[in-house]
């Protein structure tokens, strides 16, 4: 994937040595958030996914349109499950532990969601994805890839861990508030 750097994936390399030091110690940084959220919203013996950052480049399409600040990618076949981040939510650490306990509730969905017939959606959902996404349009979008119990989910996990329900639902930097 070579071909796809670009100007942003040097400029990505220097603000993570800027903030971190060194690659690994932010991903060290990954691994403890990774390793302490995962048991907490997934349960004591869920296997925990593996963490990585990616350059910017491979976060957009073909027309340069923004796609993701962070993805999450089911175990399949030999691969293990994963947790993607971009530049854009590794500069500071709040975010990242925001980022991390959202994907982690796929995660949760993609390991039987454990529990999700106890949970109840709350009743300011609407309000909160209205303040957080703005454009009924926008908030349809996401709704076709988070479910209900996606959202109830996250309301427990907002509760358990302190982290507010709207930012855990969408933690991008620059999202409406
Ligand atoms: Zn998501």
Not at 67 to 86: C, K, M, N, T, V
């Amino acid at each position: 994937m070579s071909e796809e750097r670009d100007e942003d994936d040097c400029a990505d390399e220097e603000l993570i040595l800027a903030r971190w030091g060194s690659e690994d110690a932010l991903l060290d940084h990954l691994m403890r958030v990774v390793g302490e959220l995962c048991p907490a919203i997934c349960g004591e013996t869920a296997e925990v996914p593996v963490v990585e950052v990616r350059p910017s480049s491979l976060s957009r399409g073909h027309f340069g349109e923004h796609h993701a600040a962070a993805e999450y990618e089911p175990a399949a076949r030999e691969w293990p499950s994963r947790i993607i981040l971009f530049p854009s939510v590794v500069f500071d650490k709040a975010t990242v532990r925001t980022a991390i306990a959202h994907e982690l509730v796929h995660h949760w969905e993609s390991l039987g969601a454990h529990g999700a017939e106890s949970l109840r959606l709350p009743s300011d959902t609407e309000a909160v994805l209205s303040q957080r996404f703005g454009q009924p349009d926008r908030i349809r979008r996401w709704r076709s890839g988070h479910s209900d119990r996606f959202i109830a989910k996250a309301a427990i996990v907002s509760a358990q861990l302190g982290l507010p329900f709207g930012q855990i639902l969408n933690y991008r930097p620059g999202a409406a508030r």
